[in-house]
């Protein structure tokens, strides 16, 4: 392999765009080269880290305004925070300038910026859309007050990794008095989970089932109005709210090679193709599953790459990211923990009502969930901070 040239008597100069899982990961696994390796950045719009996974629900899951503070964090992982927006990135010149006319010169570029959460369906309500969090909030109080009869939750064409629609459809349906609120998933998939394989599938049937959650397959409504959601050849049923799926696209940034949706082209250790010095990670690099056990893999993986090309390492050939997916499914009494790997060719599932890793975290894998984890249970606020805490969270 051959390394990538930085400067003599200086510290390569390491730039993370982005404050979701996908960044801090990178922080941590690079972190793990000794605190003085790079000189690393932390490039994030938000000066504060929000848990997706939870803090999407509107209060329908537990520790859902759960937040580090980015500043605390990037310090304790040995790099610095610049509180703006990437806007452009010229990756000959070796330089990202921000949305506020910054410009930040690099050794290497890890773009972990994730995907734009696009409309998932005209008239309803956007999950995981910032612009969409009053809405889902208000319906939440409506269902707790029960005064929904009817709601639909729909994952558009386009999102493989469905799992979000079928949890806020188990949670609503128990936050509604006496289940009061019939709930729907119309779904563009054959059964729900498709991608993650039979096994996965039928487990997150046989919940839904238990439960009385309808599962519309195979088609993909064109909108919610004036009450009805509008199915293809299937008519409008009534319903009183809608929750889509948000439909994810890419940045589309000048200058690096994406596939039709604007999402990064990378290759099996996150370089993006014809670029010597900038990855990309998590959900803004063009492969099918935007999860976030997946992104961190995907982290830890290119974080040792720029290791390596910079020169820091043995250059010992890296394993790519393993084909595993972890999923803890939320249903509002309990959690149902999903593990699938592919073995020889077939996708094999565990199924348990018990954890099955440790820390039991939404996202799981890497470093990320033992550093939350572990911040949790000392506190921000906690004398030792989370430098303390990254001496005790592993891998
Ligand atoms: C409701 C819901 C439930 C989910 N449940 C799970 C789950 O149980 N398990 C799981 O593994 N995954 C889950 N996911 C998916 C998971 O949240 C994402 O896959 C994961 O957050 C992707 O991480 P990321 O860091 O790539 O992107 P993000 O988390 O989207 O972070 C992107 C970051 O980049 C920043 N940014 C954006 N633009 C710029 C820019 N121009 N310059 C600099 N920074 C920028 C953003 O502010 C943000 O901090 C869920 C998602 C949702 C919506």
Known sequence: MTSIPVGSGRRPRVLVAGGGVAA????LALREHGPTSFHTTLLSPDDRFRYRPLSAYAGLAPDASRTVDLARFAAAAGAGLVCDRLATLDAEAQVARTAHGGAIAFDA???ATGAIQGEGLPGAITLGAPGDETALAMLVERVRAGTVDRAAVVVPSGVAWSLPAYELALLLQHAAPDGRTAVVVVTREARPMEMAGREFSDAVTALLDRRGIAVTTSTAPDSFDEGRLWLPLEGAPEVDAVVALARPHGPSLPGLPCDDRGFV?????????????VWAVGDVAAHPVK????????????????ADRLALTGHAPRPSVPPV???????????????????DGTLRTTVSDG???WPPTKIAGGRL????AAFDAHGAGDAGGPAALLGAGGA
């Not at 056990?293 to 982290?299: D, Y």
């Open 109 to 111: 570029m890890v773009l």
């Open 369 to 372: 969930p033992s550093w939350l």
């Open 265 to 277: 082209v990378v290759d099996a250790r996150g370089r993006v193709p014809g670029l010597a010095r």
């Open 291 to 306: 999860q976030g056990g997946f992104a961190v893999l995907q982290a830890d993986v290119a974080a040792g790459d720029v």
């Open 325 to 343: 997916l972890r999923a803890a499914l939320l249903d509002g009494t309990g959690t149902l923990y999903l593990r699938t790997e592919r073995v």
């Open 24 to 27: 801090l990961e990178v922080l």
């Open 355 to 357: 954890p099955l890793w």
